[in-house]
C-alpha cells in the first residue's frame, strides 16, 4: 500500500540546523504539490537547548502534527531518549552516529551525518545528507531534491554552481547510505498538486499580512516569544505615507501609544504574549473607557507569569476577555489556523473601527511557529472598515447616546476630551450616578455592532457536539473527521468570534445536551464561557505545553459521548 | 465647576500655582496658533492624572482636543499621537508625581528618540489629589501623611534627571510668572524635538512653599528660586550641568542643544530612503 502521510521530526541541540532540514524538506515537498504542515519547540536561550522541528507531509490538507512519527531524525543520545517512544510500529530512527551509537534493533540506523558532510566538501551540508537519506526512506522520485536545490541556489553569483554541486553531492550521499541501510517506510502516493497559487507561511506572517491588508496604519510594539516576529515583519514592511512602526521601550509603553495612534485616528496595533498582555492590562481599560480602536495580538504561549515561554497554550482567553479592572468585556477573535491568522487579523482591525474601541486577537506559539502551504490571499477580496469620523462643528458632545457616535479626529473639528475617567458626552470628567449608568450601557451596547453570524456547522441534528477554539481546531477537526468516518453520532461547532459569541450560534449550542470543549487549559476557560451564557459545556483540557493528539481527542471526547448516554439511559 | 461645562466637579484649591500654569498654557498656545496660522484644533493637550492633568478639562476660550489618560502614562500615549499625526502639536500637562514617580521610566526612551512634543511639569513636591502623601520632590526629612515620621529618602533634582538621560530642550519656570512662563512654553514648543518645561506650583494646601520659592524678606526668607542671567548661553553642556548643581533652582532656558533632530523628521527620512514592495509583492516572498 502506498503512503498518503508521512511525519518526518529532526530532534536534537537547538541552533537552526534542526529548524532548516524541517523547512527544507516541507518547501520541497510542497513544490511538488505535498500538503504540508511543521512545526517547531525549542527553549527560552539563544543557542542550544533541547529542540525538535518536524514536517508532515500528505496528499491531503493537513490539520494536525502528525501523532507519530514515521522518522525520527536524532542528533545526540537525549533526543533519542526523548523522542523515540513516539515513532510508530515499523517507523525508522536516523541516528547521527557520529555522537552516539545504538545496539541493532531493526527500527533504527546510523549515520556519520557530519563526516559524511564534510567527505563532500562542504561541512554544511549535514542537512542535505539528511534530506537525501529520508527521500530514501519515503520513496521520493530521485529528481525533487536536485531540482529544488538546483533552483534555491542558481542565485547569479559566481560560487552559485559549486554549491549546487556540492549539495546535490551529499544528497546522493545520503540517499546511498540511507540505501545501504536496507530500510524504507514504503511509497509517497503521488502528490495532487492544488490548481492555485501557493505559499508558505506562518502564522505570525499572515496575521502581519491581513493586518496590512486590513489598513493597519501604526504598529508599537515589544519584542516577546512568541509574538516577536509580529514586530520584526511591521519593522520590516509597515513603511510608507502615514505609516508609523516602532519597537517600544515596553508592553506599557505599546498599549498607551497604541491608544495615542487610535486615538489620533490611525489603525493601530501591537502584539504582545502573557507577561506583555498582563502590563496592557490599564492601557485596554482607558482604550474601552475613552472609545479608541485598538488591536492587541496576544500569542498566547504557558502561562501564567513568565510560565513557558516557547510552549503551546490556551490559557489567556478569561483574561483576554477582561484584561482590566472594573466592567469591561473586550471583543476577542481567535484564529485556529495560519489561514485564520490572516482573516482574523482583518476582523480584528474591522471591529476595532466598527465599535471604536480595544478588539484581542488570540493566535498561539503553535499556530505563530509552523509554517503551512496554503493558498495566496486573495487581497482583492478585503474590505477595510473605517470608524465614523466626525466632520460637523465644535461644541460637539462624542459621547452622547448610547449607539456608536462619529469620532472626532485631532486636527479636525469637534474637540473633546478622550477620557479614562468617567466622564460626560463632551469627555470631562463626572461622577454623577446617571452619568456612570448610561456611559457603562453605551460601552456595552456598542458590542451588538459585532454580532457577526460568522461560524461552522456540521451534523446539527446531534445531541452532542464538539466545539473547540484557537490552535486546537486542527487536531480536533481531525478527531472529528475521524469520529465522523466511524459511524459515530456527534455535531461540528466552531467560531473565531469568542467574544461576543454569535447570537445564532449561542441559541443552536443552548439546544445541545452535550457541547465538548477541548482547549489547552487547566480552567476550561472557554466552556465556562460557554456555561456562564446557558450552554452544557464541558472542557477536555491539557497543559502539558504540547497540543493535542488526535488520537488521545478521539479516546476522550467518545468517552465522554458515551458516559453522557449511559446517564440520559439512567435518568 | 467648569464655566463650560456644570457637571465637571473638579477644581483646584484657591491660589493653586496650576491657575498660572493654565493662563500661560492658554497665551502661549493662542500666540502660537496667531503665528503659524493654524486652530487650536491642531493642538492636543495630552494629561496625566493628579491636580495638573485636569487642567485639560480646565482651559478657557478655544477648546483644543485632549486625552486624559492613565497615570504615568503621558509620555507613551503623546509618543502615540505625534508619531500617529506629526503635524499636530502636542503638549503634556503632568505632574511631579506622575511624570517623575510613576512614570519616570518614559522620559529617557523619549529623550533618546527626541519625541517632537513638549511636556508641562507643575511641580508642587506632594500628592495632592491623594491629600498630602510624598513626591520624589519632597524635600528630605518632611513629615507627610505618607513620611509620618519624616521622610527618609533625598529629593530628586528633575533638571539634573532630565539633562542626564539626554533630553535636548530643558527649561525651567515659576507659576508666579505666568507671562514669563508662556515665552518659555512657546520656545519649547517651537523646538523640534523633546523639551520639558519643569514648573514650581506650590500646593496651597498641602505643602505650600511659595515663600520658600519666591523668598519673603517680612519673614527672612531668601528666595530658593533665581534667574538666569541673559548672558548664559544654554546651548553648552557643560554649563547647564554647573547652572544646575549651583544650588537653588535656576529659572530660564537651561539647556538647548542646537543640534538635535527630532524622531518625525528621522522617521520621514528614513521612510523615502526605504523601498518596500506593496503587499502583493510582499506576499510573494512566501510563494512556493
Redo the contacts between chains.
Keep these: 500500500m502506498r503512503n498518503k502521510d508521512f511525519v518526518v521530526r529532526f530532534a536534537g541541540e537547538g541552533g537552526g540546523g534542526l529548524v532548516t532540514s524541517a523547512e527544507l524538506l516541507a518547501q520541497v515537498t510542497a513544490q511538488v504539490g505535498y500538503h504540508v504542515k511543521t512545526f517547531v519547540t525549542f527553549p527560552s536561550q539563544i543557542m542550544g537547548g533541547p529542540t525538535f522541528a518536524q514536517a508532515r507531509i500528505s496528499t491531503e490538507p493537513v490539520l494536525s502534527y502528525g501523532d507519530q512519527l514515521d522518522v525520527l531524525v536524532a542528533f545526540d543520545r537525549e533526543a533519542y531518549d526523548t523522542h523515540q517512544e513516539e515513532v510508530r510500529d515499523g517507523g525508522v530512527i536516523v541516528y547521527n552516529s557520529g555522537d552516539f551509537t545504538l545496539e541493532e534493533d531493526g527500527k533504527s540506523f546510523g549515520m556519520a551525518v557530519d563526516d559524511l558532510a564534510k567527505s563532500t566538501g562542504n561541512a554544511r551540508a549535514a542537512n542535505m545528507v539528511l534530506l537525501g537519506a529520508i527521500s530514501h526512506l519515503v520513496n521520493m522520485p530521485e529528481n525533487y531534491l536536485p531540482e529544488f536545490v538546483t533552483k534555491r541556489f542558481t542565485r547569479g553569483r559566481p560560487g552559485d554552481e559549486e554549491i549546487i554541486k556540492a549539495n546535490i553531492a551529499a544528497l546522493s550521499l545520503g540517499r546511498e547510505e540511507a540505501k545501504n541501510s536496507g530500510f524504507s517506510l514504503g511509497d509517497l502516493e503521488d502528490p495532487n498538486p492544488p490548481g492555485f497559487d501557493q505559499i508558505m507561511i506562518k502564522g505570525n506572517d499572515a496575521l502581519s499580512i491581513g493586518a496590512i491588508a486590513a489598513g493597519l496604519d501604526l504598529f508599537v510594539g515589544y519584542p516577546i516569544s512568541p509574538a516577536t516576529t509580529v514586530l520584526q515583519y511591521m519593522e520590516r514592511n509597515l513603511i510608507g505615507p502615514g505609516k508609523f512602526v516602532y519597537q517600544a521601550s515596553s508592553e506599557v509603553e505599546s498599549i498607551n501609544a497604541i491608544v495615542g495612534g487610535g486615538f489620533a485616528g490611525k489603525r493601530a496595533m501591537t502584539s504582545t504574549a502573557g507577561p506583555g498582555f498582563s502590563l496592557m492590562s490599564e492601557g485596554l481599560g482607558l482604550a474601552w473607557m475613552a472609545e479608541i480602536p485598538v488591536v492587541v495580538v496576544d500569542v498566547q504561549r504557558g502561562g501564567p507569569a513568565t510560565g513557558l515561554p516557547t510552549k503551546v497554550e490556551q490559557s489567556d482567553l478569561l483574561a483576554a476577555i477582561h484584561p482590566a479592572h472594573g466592567d469591561v468585556s473586550l471583543p476577542v477573535i481567535a484564529a485556529g489556523t495560519v489561514q485564520e491568522c490572516y482573516e482574523a487579523a482583518i476582523i480584528a482591525l474591522n471591529w476595532a473601527e466598527r465599535y471604536q474601541g480595544p478588539v484581542i486577537l488570540l493566535s498561539d506559539h503553535g499556530l505563530s511557529e509552523q509554517a503551512q502551504n496554503i493558498p495566496k490571499f486573495d487581497l482583492s477580496k478585503v474590505v477595510p472598515e473605517r470608524r465614523k469620523i466626525y466632520e460637523g462643528q465644535n461644541g460637539y458632545e462624542r459621547y452622547a447616546g448610547l449607539e456608536v457616535s462619529p469620532m472626532p479626529i485631532p486636527g479636525g473639528p469637534g474637540s473633546y476630551v478622550a477620557n479614562a475617567s468617567e466622564h460626560d458626552g463632551m469627555g470631562d470628567t463626572t461622577h454623577l450616578p446617571s452619568r456612570h449608568i448610561e456611559m457603562t450601557e453605551r460601552r456595552f451596547n456598542k458590542l451588538k455592532l459585532l454580532e457577526d453570524d460568522n461560524y461552522e456547522k456540521e451534523n446539527t441534528d446531534a445531541p452532542v457536539a464538539v466545539m473547540t477554539w484557537g490552535g486546537s481546531k486542527g487536531g480536533t477537526r481531525e478527531a472529528y473527521n475521524s469520529m465522523i468516518g466511524e459511524g459515530q453520532k456527534i455535531g461540528w461547532y466552531y467560531t473565531m468570534q469568542l467574544n461576543p459569541l454569535p447570537p445564532q450560534l449561542l441559541e443552536e449550542l443552548k439546544k445541545k445536551e452535550l457541547v465538548i470543549v477541548p482547549e489547552l487549559n487547566y480552567l476550561g476557560q472557554f466552556s465556562s464561557i460557554l456555561r456562564s451564557q446557558g450552554v452544557k459545556a464541558e472542557s477536555i483540557t491539557q497543559y502539558d505545553g504540547k497540543p493535542f493528539k488526535v488520537e488521545d481527542l478521539i479516546q476522550q471526547i467518545t468517552e465522554r459521548v458515551k458516559s453522557h448516554n449511559k446517564e440520559l439511559n439512567r435518568s | 465647576m467648569?464655566k463650560?461645562?456644570p457637571?465637571?466637579?473638579?477644581k483646584w484649591c484657591p491660589g493653586c500655582g496650576d491657575f498660572g500654569v493654565k493662563r500661560a498654557i492658554e497665551w502661549a498656545t493662542e500666540k502660537r496658533n496667531i503665528e503659524l496660522e493654524v486652530p487650536?484644533?491642531?493642538t492636543?493637550v495630552?494629561?496625566g492624572i493628579g491636580c495638573s492633568g485636569?487642567l485639560?478639562?480646565l482651559l478657557d476660550g478655544?477648546?483644543?482636543?485632549?486625552?486624559?489618560?492613565?497615570h504615568g502614562?503621558t509620555?507613551?500615549?503623546?509618543?502615540?499621537?505625534?508619531?500617529?499625526?506629526p503635524?499636530?502639536n502636542v503638549i503634556i500637562v503632568s505632574g511631579d508625581g506622575d511624570f517623575l514617580s510613576i512614570g519616570g521610566?518614559?522620559i529617557?526612551?523619549q529623550a533618546q528618540r527626541n519625541l517632537n512634543v513638549t511636556a508641562i511639569i507643575m511641580d508642587n513636591g506632594v500628592y495632592g489629589l491623594t491629600k498630602g502623601q510624598s513626591s520624589p520632590t519632597t524635600f528630605f526629612g518632611e513629615v507627610t501623611p505618607s513620611t509620618p515620621y519624616g521622610k527618609i529618602e533625598q529629593p530628586l533634582n528633575p533638571l539634573e534627571l532630565y539633562l542626564s538621560v539626554g533630553v535636548n530642550f530643558i527649561a525651567s519656570g515659576f507659576s508666579s510668572s505666568p507671562r514669563k512662563l508662556a515665552d518659555l512654553i512657546n520656545q519649547a514648543m517651537s523646538y523640534d524635538g523633546f523639551s520639558i518645561v519643569h514648573v514650581q506650583s506650590p500646593c496651597t494646601t498641602y505643602n505650600d512653599n511659595f515663600d520658600i520659592l519666591k523668598g519673603n524678606a517680612k519673614k527672612g526668607i531668601a528666595p530658593v528660586t533665581w534667574e538666569v542671567s541673559d548672558d548664559y548661553d544654554p546651548s553648552d553642556r557643560q554649563k547647564a550641568q554647573q547652572l544646575i548643581s549651583s544650588g537653588g533652582i535656576p529659572l530660564g532656558v537651561i539647556y538647548q542643544n542646537p543640534d538635535a533632530r527630532s524622531l518625525d523628521s528621522r522617521?520621514a527620512e528614513m521612510?523615502q530612503k526605504?523601498k518596500?514592495g506593496d503587499?502583493?509583492q510582499?506576499?510573494n516572498v512566501?510563494?512556493?
Design positions: 467648569s463650560k461645562n457637571e465637571y466637579d473638579f487650536m484644533e491642531n492636543v495630552v494629561a485636569n485639560v478639562h478655544t477648546q483644543p482636543f485632549g486625552i486624559h489618560g492613565l502614562r509620555l507613551p500615549v503623546a509618543f502615540g499621537v505625534k508619531m500617529g499625526n503635524d499636530l521610566e518614559h529617557a526612551p522617521f521612510v526605504v518596500v503587499l502583493e510582499q506576499m512566501f510563494a512556493i
